[in-house]
T-cell receptor, first 113, second 115 residues
Framework: NAGVTQTPKFRILKIGQSMTLQCTQD?????MYWYRQDPGMGLKLIYY???????DKGEVPNGYNVSRSTTEDFPLRLELAAPSQTSVYFC????????????FGSGTQLSVL | AQSVTQLDSHVSVSEGTPVLLRCNYS??????LFWYVQHPNKGLQLLLK??????LVKGINGFEAEFKKSETSFHLTKPSAHMSDAAEYFC?????????????FGRGTSLIVHP
C-alpha cells in the first residue's frame, strides 16, 4: 500500500498565483483532512471531508478550497496565493468514526514570494 | 469545545535519562487522546492513543502515557532517552463534533537529546 500520497513535495509560488495540492489515499478511508504546519503553532485544520461529496471548514479555511469527488482524492486549491500561505501542508486520512488514527502524507513545502 | 496545551515548547535531556513531555487537555466529553511524533523533514507517526480503556497506555519505542481525568492531563514519558528520540512531539485531542471526530493538535514540544 502506498498510503497517503501528496504532490508536489516543494513549490514556490508568486503572489496572486493559484495552485492545487494533490492528495490521494489507497486505504478506502472515509475521513480526509488538510492541515497546515507553521513553526511553533502545531497543525491547524484547513478543511476536512467525511466522505465523497461532503466537505467542511476547519479552523483556518480562508484562502483555500477543497473538493471530494471520489473516496480516494482530496485536492486543496489555493486561489490568489499570499505570503501568509507559506507553510508546510499535510494531508491525512482515517478510517472511521471510532478508529481515529491519522495516516499522514509526507507533506508539501510551499513558499509564496 | 476541545483544546490541548503542551506545557513546554522545548525539552532538553541527556541520553539515558528519563523523558517527560507534558500535555493538558480540555474536552466537553470523554475524549480520545493521542501522541504523534515528527522526525525532521518527515510526516507524523502515531506513538500511542487513549480511547477510554486502560489509563496507562503503552506505545512504540518505549514511550507510554497516563490519562489522568482529575488533572485533565496526558503526559508522555520514557524511562531512558535515546538519540533517535530527538523529534517534535504533538499531543492531540479528539472528540465528537456534529457526528464527526475532529482532531485538535497542540503546538508541539521539541525534544532535544544530548550525548
Amino acid at each position: 500500500n502506498a498510503g497517503v500520497t501528496q504532490t508536489p513535495k516543494f513549490r514556490i509560488l508568486k503572489i496572486g498565483q493559484s495552485m492545487t495540492l494533490q492528495c490521494t489515499q489507497d486505504m478506502n478511508h472515509n475521513y480526509m483532512y488538510w492541515y497546515r504546519q507553521d513553526p511553533g503553532m502545531g497543525l491547524k485544520l484547513i478543511y476536512y471531508s467525511v466522505g465523497a461529496g461532503i466537505t467542511d471548514k476547519g479552523e483556518v479555511p480562508n484562502g483555500y478550497n477543497v473538493s471530494r469527488s471520489t473516496t480516494e482524492d482530496f485536492p486543496l486549491r489555493l486561489e490568489l496565493a499570499a505570503p501568509s500561505q507559506t507553510s508546510v501542508y499535510f494531508c491525512a486520512s482515517s478510517y472511521s468514526l471510532r478508529d481515529e488514527k491519522l495516516f499522514f502524507g509526507s507533506g508539501t513545502q510551499l513558499s509564496v514570494l | 469545545a476541545q483544546s490541548v496545551t503542551q506545557l513546554d515548547s522545548h525539552v532538553s535531556v541527556s541520553e539515558g535519562t528519563p523523558v517527560l513531555l507534558r500535555c493538558n487537555y480540555s474536552s466537553s466529553y470523554s475524549p480520545s487522546l493521542f501522541w504523534y511524533v515528527q522526525h525532521p523533514n518527515k510526516g507524523l507517526q502515531l506513538l500511542l492513543k487513549y480511547t477510554s480503556a486502560a489509563t496507562l497506555v503503552k506505545g512504540i519505542n518505549g514511550f507510554e502515557a497516563e490519562f489522568k481525568k482529575s488533572e485533565t492531563s496526558f503526559h508522555l514519558t520514557k524511562p531512558s532517552a535515546h538519540m533517535s528520540d530527538a523529534a517534535e512531539y504533538f499531543c492531540v485531542v479528539s472528540e465528537a463534533t456534529g457526528g464527526s471526530y475532529i482532531p485538535t493538535f497542540g503546538r508541539g514540544t521539541s525534544l532535544i537529546v544530548h550525548p
